[in-house]
């Protein structure tokens, strides 16, 4: 029997690419450690109906439906830029709109709002109703702290003299990278680079200039994987809260046995930390001419390999290649894995991916070095910091797949000399830092009691 609820928090996704699933991550961690507390979930119909398929198993969420903005008849070419824009323009509306909805549903006034750090707007309305205002990072604090200081960069570049461009490399430009240099076009767009007015790129701004007013902002990291930025963003932040890696949830959890396409026994079949793991997400893909020297650069090494693509991009494969491949036994393609369980099998020694802060979250828990083909928002900086930062890594050269260039990176990282070694050794002791921070009594799992008892001891 359901507890009399004592507290009701209002939760609000960005409903786009990986947003929307990790903020309900987080907000089932919060209802299972509080159960008197009501989390009411805003999020696009769309989104929803993706998300809480079936029942969800938490009696003290409720989804709500907002506006997507887009127009009746509109027809979604795939662009999520372009939907965001819509989205963005009755964002704020909608949220007043399903607080009033929610409150009159629950019962009860709203003690807290848990939204997407996107959604700026959130703040004035916590702060009318004068309630705490947790905001919520999706990504990393590298990229973090390059929005953040959007305005303390573009002061730096001004005082160049003369144009700089993308390739230019500046020491002590944001603080936290003091002593590394960083090429300028591997700041998120909407920073220096791209258009600066656009829905998206003003929506960064506003957050860059809100996000201290927060009574909380906390990201999908742990402090130990950037400590220098952590210190930093703590003494601008009122509270700063590393709650993460949210993929070591499930480690709590049984393992899933879903295996459809056989993944995990065609793996068992390989020599230790020899296949290279292809993965781009579902929002990236590289153009038809990489692929093909992607699967090029692998029949001409005969580098084992497990690639999960969709239907869609494979007929852009070469003819012959996954005939080829099969019957020889050193390549297997599938239209989806079990992520989390082919990273962690024994023998996967490279991942080859876009440099989402998840895929590297979940490399890193896995111990598995990075070959990163980044595309666009933070893809470039994590990438950079996978490579130059951090050596658990490369970035492909000239930042698209060649022939070579795939060869080259694939022969770095899976090669038996020093370098293989180099990597290894370097992303084990990253994974045994993120497993320690999740662990009870764990960095991570503090700042998590530190939220909750925040969350628990709101009120209106």
Known sequence: MAMAPERHVAVYAFPFTSHPSLILNLTRRLASASPTVV??????????????????????????????????????R???????????????????RCIKVAEAGVGLKISCMVVDAFLWFAGDVADEMNVPWVALWAAGACSLTAHFHTDLIRKKIAEFKGEVGPEEEIVDLIPGFSTVLLPLGDLPSGIIFGDLESPFSTMLHKMARTLNKATVVTLNSFKELDPDVTQDLSSKFKKFLNIGPFNLVSKQKPPSQVDEFSCISWLESQEPRSVAYFSFGT???PPPHELVAIAEALEETKTPFFWSINDDSKKHLP???????????????????????????????????????NSVLESIGAGVPMICRPFFADNLLNSWMVEIVWG??????????????????????????????R???????????????????????????TLVDLIIGATT
């Open 283 to 285: 929002v990236c893909m």
């Open 319 to 357: 003819e012959g290649f996954l005939e080829r491949t099969s019957a020889s036994g050193s390549g297997k393609v599938v239209p989806w894995a079990p992520q989390v369980r082919v990273l962690e099998h024994f023998a996967v020694g490279v991942y080859v991916m876009h440099g989402g802060w």
């Open 392 to 421: 658990i890594g490369v970035r492909i050269q000239g930042g698209s797949f060649t022939k070579h260039g795939t060869r080259c990176a694939m022969e770095q990282v899976l090669s038996l000399d020093g370098s293989r070694k």
């Open 78 to 96: 795939g662009n999520v830029q372009e939907e965001a824009n819509m989205f963005l323009a009755v964002a704020e509306d909608e949220l007043r």
């Open 39 to 76: 989390f009411s979930f805003f999020n696009t119909a769309k989104s929803n109906q993706t998300l809480f398929q079936g029942h969800d198993r938490f009696h003290n969420i409720r989804p709500y439906h907002v506006s997507d903005g887009c127009p009746e008849d509109y027809v979604s």
């Open 423 to 449: 990597f290894k050794e370097r992303i084990e002791a990253l994974k045994e830092l993120a497993h320690k921070a999740f662990e009870p009594n764990g960095s991570s799992d503090q700042d998590f009691k």
